[in-house]
């Protein structure tokens, strides 16, 4: 049976034996708002548990609106224009308003970047920054957290009067979903605030999780770092499967995002039988794919559907291959997960080891194999995961492992896709 992943930019068909497909975990069907426009114009007007954003305008002097990077596909052409003019017509000075692009621990933008995330009419109309978490200058000590976790955050945006995030929401690998209180908590925040975050302390607790908030201790301490930092006023969307807007969640902080959440949990949920031998999946195309640094959000996503001990085929192109320079170094200097594993409990936190984590969780509920274009040669044997040329190859050695009754689950989009298992399996 062919199936369509997300891979790159233009998608991977493969071949899958019919056999032995337990099932095809896909997003429930979203319907697109049929006029976007006045969604966003109405929530900006009738937000969340909040005024509406042109009075709070109209008490600040200088705005800032910060944006996700490349990494993420928000549309702020579409998000982003009616909320300037409310910003301008509300009195605010254009040159009072900067566009914060929330890096985190991302390398820059590069201007074609720029252009494609804002366009290039509102890079040149508007002052746009990128964060930069590992220059300390630009951070400014607020404190810590009850649980002790430094908290540094831009400049630039606690400068602001009016402080505003627009993103929108999926599920998260960590913090359980993304958007609003992420956006300022990660990707404003510092490098020691980031590293603390993503520490073993943190993400060794079962509870930080995809698609949970109740109980999440790094959900708690990024609703705590927002409010430190202040957080006026939240614009995040939910997208369909082709990334067209379903619902428009603005206003307050903490409600508007709670609204956005259940909303978000009822449409990307997808269920399984029982746990399958092989569960193929991706980390949802472009741009998530860019890097492996990226892409592992794929593997932790699938693992509620896979076998302890089963196989996780990961399709990612990579296309920009492992990703920093530091992560390369990172992700090739162990021979084993177990080398890894010990060393990270033994040293201080490195900004580029969180992902590896979440990786070591994939490789310690089964055999993970990677599938991607874009390592390099030399790469590919120092990594803790196996690679292969192709997902058919892959699976081919699946069946080997696991014999003709062997199941396999397919994850088309990845992340993006919240799967549970309908009944623990015997």
Same mark, same amino acid.
């Given at each position: 049976?062919?199936?369509?992943?997300?891979?790159? !930019?233009?998608?991977?068909?493969?071949?899958?034996?019919?056999?032995?497909?337990?099932?095809?975990? @896909?997003?429930?069907?979203?319907?697109?708002?049929?006029?976007?426009?006045?969604?966003?114009? &109405?929530?900006?007007?009738?937000?969340?548990?909040?005024?509406?954003?042109?009075?709070?305008?109209? !008490?600040? !002097?200088?705005?800032?609106?910060?944006?996700?990077?490349?990494?993420?596909?928000?549309?702020?052409?579409?998000?982003?224009?009616?909320?300037?003019?409310?910003?301008?017509?509300?009195?605010?000075?254009?040159?009072?308003?900067?566009?914060?692009?929330?890096?985190?621990?991302? &390398?820059?933008?590069?201007?074609?970047?720029?252009?494609?995330?804002?366009?290039?009419?509102?890079?040149?109309?508007?002052?746009?920054?990128?964060?930069?978490?590992?220059? #300390?200058?630009?951070?400014?000590?607020?404190?810590?957290?009850?649980?002790?976790?430094?908290?540094?955050?831009?400049?630039?945006?606690?400068?602001?009067?009016?402080?505003?995030?627009?993103?929108?929401?999926? #599920?998260?690998?960590?913090?359980?979903?993304?958007?609003?209180?992420?956006?300022?908590?990660?990707?404003?925040?510092?490098?020691?605030?980031?590293?603390?975050?993503?520490?073993?302390?943190?993400?060794?607790?079962?509870?930080?999780?995809?698609?949970?908030?109740?109980?999440? #201790?790094?959900?708690?301490?990024?609703?705590?770092?927002?409010?430190?930092?202040?957080?006026?006023?939240?614009?995040?969307?939910?997208?369909?499967?082709?990334?067209?807007?379903?619902?428009?969640?603005?206003?307050?902080?903490?409600?508007?995002?709670?609204?956005?959440?259940?909303?978000?949990?009822?449409?990307?949920?997808?269920?399984?039988?029982?746990?399958?031998?092989?569960?193929?999946?991706?980390?949802?195309?472009?741009?998530?794919?860019?890097?492996?640094?990226? @892409?592992? !959000?794929?593997?932790?996503?699938?693992?509620?559907?896979?076998?302890?001990?089963?196989?996780?085929?990961? %399709?990612?192109?990579?296309?920009?291959?492992?990703?920093?320079?530091?992560?390369? %170094?990172?992700?090739?200097?162990?021979?084993? %997960?177990?080398?890894?594993?010990?060393?990270?409990?033994?040293? #201080?936190?490195?900004?580029?080891?969180?992902?590896?984590?979440?990786?070591?969780?994939?490789?310690?509920?089964?055999?993970?194999?990677?599938?991607?274009?874009?390592?390099?040669?030399?790469?590919?044997?120092?990594?803790?995961?196996?690679?292969?040329?192709?997902?058919?190859?892959?699976?081919?050695?699946?069946?080997?492992?696991?014999?003709?009754?062997?199941?396999?689950?397919?994850?088309?989009?990845?992340?993006?896709?919240?799967?549970?298992?309908?009944?623990?399996?015997?």
């Amino acid at each position: 049976m062919k199936i369509h992943l997300s891979y790159g !930019k233009d998608g991977l068909d493969v071949e899958i034996p019919e056999r032995n497909l337990a099932g095809v975990l @896909s997003f429930g069907a979203s319907t697109p708002l049929a006029h976007p426009e006045e969604a966003i114009a &109405r929530s900006l007007q009738e937000p969340i548990g909040s005024l509406p954003l042109g009075e709070l305008a109209t !008490k600040a !002097k200088s705005a800032c609106i910060v944006v996700c990077d490349i990494t993420r596909p928000v549309p702020n052409k579409q998000l982003l224009p009616p909320m300037l003019r409310t910003l301008e017509e509300s009195g605010i000075a254009r040159n009072k308003i900067t566009i914060l692009v929330a890096t985190g621990l991302h &390398r820059p933008s590069t201007a074609a970047e720029l252009d494609l995330i804002l366009g290039q009419s509102m890079v040149s109309k508007y002052r746009v920054v990128d964060h930069h978490a590992s220059v #300390p200058g630009e951070q400014s000590l607020l404190g810590e957290t009850k649980r002790k976790t430094p908290v540094y955050i831009d400049k630039r945006y606690l400068e602001a009067e009016l402080k505003i995030t627009v993103g929108f929401i999926e #599920p998260h690998l960590m913090a359980g979903f993304s958007g609003g209180r992420k956006m300022v908590a990660i990707g404003c925040a510092g490098e020691e605030t980031i590293k603390t975050l993503h520490s073993p302390r943190v993400l060794d607790d079962e509870r930080c999780r995809e698609g949970s908030i109740d109980e999440n #201790p790094l959900h708690d301490e990024l609703m705590e770092i927002s409010r430190m930092a202040g957080h006026d006023f939240v614009l995040d969307v939910s997208l369909d499967a082709n990334r067209n807007i379903t619902g428009v969640y603005a206003g307050h902080p903490q409600e508007a995002h709670a609204v956005g959440v259940e909303a978000v949990r009822r449409s990307v949920r997808a269920t399984l039988k029982e746990p399958a031998d092989i569960v193929v999946t991706t980390s949802a195309g472009f741009p998530l794919d860019l890097t492996y640094y990226q @892409s592992i !959000k794929g593997m932790t996503a699938a693992l509620p559907v896979l076998k302890k001990g089963g196989m996780l085929i990961l %399709a990612a192109e990579c296309s920009e291959g492992l990703g920093s320079e530091r992560f390369t %170094a990172m992700a090739t200097r162990f021979g084993t %997960a177990t080398e890894f594993d010990e060393w990270i409990h033994q040293h #201080p936190v490195d900004i580029d080891q969180w992902q590896l984590q979440e990786c070591l969780k994939a490789v310690r509920q089964g055999e993970v194999v990677v599938v991607a274009s874009g390592i390099r040669p030399e790469h590919r044997d120092k990594l803790f995961v196996r690679t292969a040329a192709s997902v058919e190859e892959a699976v081919a050695q699946g069946l080997q492992k696991f014999g003709s009754q062997t199941t396999i689950a397919v994850i088309p989009k990845g992340p993006y896709t919240l799967v549970e298992v309908s009944r623990t399996s015997a």
